[in-house]
Every structure is written in structure tokens, then in C-alpha cells.
């Protein structure tokens, strides 16, 4: 399953930083945040599909599902703007002949939205690892970047 | 005329109205305007010779050039084969659902639905998103995503 950048809506704040750090990273941001009726801010950014209607209906194939999820190759781009009309999300934009989606600020290891979310709303996970509370998929994500290092042991033995 | 002669032929029945062509061509002869609830595209009646980036990127194939080069023969008729004037297609925009904002023509959201079903199982209320603009899709998401915590947050 893909990665894609989620949000633990009771954590956002709607401060908008995410979209500057976007707009910082890739020119134009790819992220947008509002409030619904006042009581919930939402940040709205690519879902990354597993099955990408953008790239389904792309006649030149500069959309394509890879090996890394989705991938968009300029160079075939022709401009039509159907990945834009596909999108069921809205969150695919065609700026100065080039389409702008979020791509996880490729290259990166982890996006600047993420970086940035001073409220810790955003991540970047799988979808199987959502669930839970944002502490335990902290607690999962150290888990799995410590690896197979034994765990500090507490107690007083190893004073 | 030394210059080119060769004729750009779009074709009104393929062409969706996309604008692909107007953003790739280096010489920027494809334009189109957009007024009321129609997109027009102006096509030139003819243009360099030794490009072919709009036919290239026409996702319908509706470009194709004619080359009259047997001039000295078809310059008799030249005026029945040749439109003088640049040609312009218009296309009528479909407006957004929601907002009532035009944000496509209504011809490439058919085809866009056309392949959606034909690639990609639909949910139960079919490609209802092709109906709404980009902004209210977004907020289409956004409203369902914060329905749990609205409700959360009114107790």
C-alpha cells in the first residue's frame, strides 16, 4: 500500500503551515487546510491511490502507478488537464503546463508538511497503520526505525 | 507565398476542447477564450512546417495537417480547400453542481467518465465527483472527513 501524508483532524489547529511549508518546498502549495462549520480544521492534500483515476485517464502516460506508488513524469505531460477532471479529491492542479500533486516532497525522507505541523497533526503513513492514537503510531514508528536494537531496560540493575 | 502552406485541420467532432494544444505551441498561434458558459479555441489556418507538438499532444488525435504541395495544381481551388481565416471550435462549459462555477466542457467530462467506469469500480453513487469543480470536490472530502469530529465536539 501506498504512503500517503494523514492528518489527526483533533490535533489541527487550521494554522496553515503546513501549506507554507509546502509552498516553500515545491513553488505553489499542494496542501489546503479550512475549517468546516467552524469546528473542524481539515487539510485536504494528494490520497496517493491505489488506483489512480488520474493516472487511468492520462493519454500520454505521465501518470503512471509505479513501483513507488504514483508517479508523474513531466516530460510526457501534453497539458489536458483530464488527471485534473478525474481527481475525485480535487487536489490535482495543472500550473504552467506542469501538474502539481503532492509526491510525499519526493527525494525527501520525510515531507515538509510533516516537518513542519507545529500541532503534530500530520504524518506520513500506510493506510493499514492508521487507527489508533497518534501516540501509539509514534510509538510503532520509533519502534520500527530502532530495528532490532535491544530496548533501554529500566529499573535499578542498570544504574 | 514562400512560406509555409501547410494547413492545420482540427476536427470539431474529436477535438474536446482541453486546451493541450494552446499550452504546447511554441508559437503560441492556439489561443482560446473562455465567456459565459462557451470555451472557444482559435486554431491557425496554417502554421510552420516542421512542428507537430500539437498533434503530438492532442489526447484525441483531432489535429492533422494538410500539406497542399502540389501548389501549382491546387492553386486554382485553393480558395474552396484553404478556410482563409483561422478556425475557432467552441465548446459548451458544464457547471459545477455545486457552486455553479463552469470549470470544464462538457465533452471532456464524458470522456473522463467514459474511461473512469470502463478502468476503475465505482461506489455505489457512480463518478458523482465529475460533476463538481476541483474546490468543491476538496470540500466535499474535507466536509466528510470532520463529520465524525464535528459530532465529537458538539458533546
Known amino acids: 500500500m501506498p504512503e500517503a501524508v494523514y492528518a489527526d483532524l483533533s490535533r489541527c489547529i487550521a ?4 501549506e507554507l511549508a509546502c509552498e516553500r518546498e515545491n513553488k505553489s502549495s499542494r496542501i489546503s487546510v479550512q475549517v468546516v462549520r467552524g469546528l473542524a480544521a481539515v487539510p485536504v492534500s494528494c490520497r496517493q491511490c491505489e488506483t489512480p483515476l488520474c493516472a487511468a485517464v492520462c493519454p500520454g502516460e505521465a501518470l503512471s502507478y509505479g513501483e513507488n506508488g504514483l508517479e508523474y513524469d513531466a ?4 497539458g489536458c488537464r483530464l488527471c485534473v477532471l478525474a481527481c475525485p479529491f480535487g487536489t490535482a492542479e495543472l500550473r504552467a503546463g506542469v501538474v502539481e500533486r503532492c509526491d510525499l516532497c519526493q527525494g525527501k525522507e520525510i515531507p515538509a508538511c510533516v516537518a513542519t505541523c507545529p500541532a503534530g497533526a500530520l504524518f506520513r503513513a500506510e493506510v493499514e497503520s492508521l487507527g489508533g492514537n497518534t501516540r501509539t503510531r509514534r510509538a510503532e514508528r520509533i ?3 530502532l530495528g532490532n536494537l535491544p530496548l533501554p531496560a529500566c529499573g535499578r540493575e542498570n544504574r | 507565398m514562400k512560406e509555409s502552406t501547410r494547413m492545420l485541420v482540427p476536427d470539431a467532432e474529436k477535438c474536446i476542447g482541453c486546451r493541450a494544444c494552446t499550452t504546447v505551441c511554441p508559437e503560441k498561434l492556439i489561443s482560446f477564450s473562455e465567456e459565459n458558459n462557451t470555451r472557444s479555441i482559435s486554431f491557425p489556418a496554417n502554421c510552420s512546417k516542421d512542428c507537430e507538438l500539437c498533434a503530438l499532444a492532442c489526447p484525441e488525435k483531432a489535429i492533422s495537417f494538410i500539406f497542399p504541395d502540389g501548389a501549382e495544381k491546387s492553386r486554382t481551388n485553393q480558395k474552396s480547400q484553404v478556410p482563409p481565416e483561422s478556425l475557432t471550435l467552441d465548446f459548451e462549459l458544464a457547471p459545477c453542481q455545486n457552486c455553479g462555477t463552469p ?6 467530462l464524458e470522456k473522463v467518465k467514459e474511461i473512469i467506469s470502463e478502468k476503475v469500480p465505482l461506489p455505489p453513487s457512480g463518478s458523482f465527483w465529475t ?10 472530502f474535507r466536509e466528510k472527513q470532520a463529520e465524525t ?5 458538539k458533546f
Open chain 1, 15 to 18: 494554522c496553515h503551515a503546513c
Open chain 1, 75 to 78: 516530460e510526457k505531460c501534453i
Open chain 1, 143 to 145: 519502534k520500527k526505525a
Open chain 2, 103 to 108: 470549470f470544464a466542457t462538457i465533452k471532456e
Open chain 2, 131 to 140: 460533476g463538481l469543480c476541483p474546490g468543491c470536490r476538496q470540500a466535499v
Open chain 2, 149 to 153: 469530529l464535528i459530532q465529537a465536539r
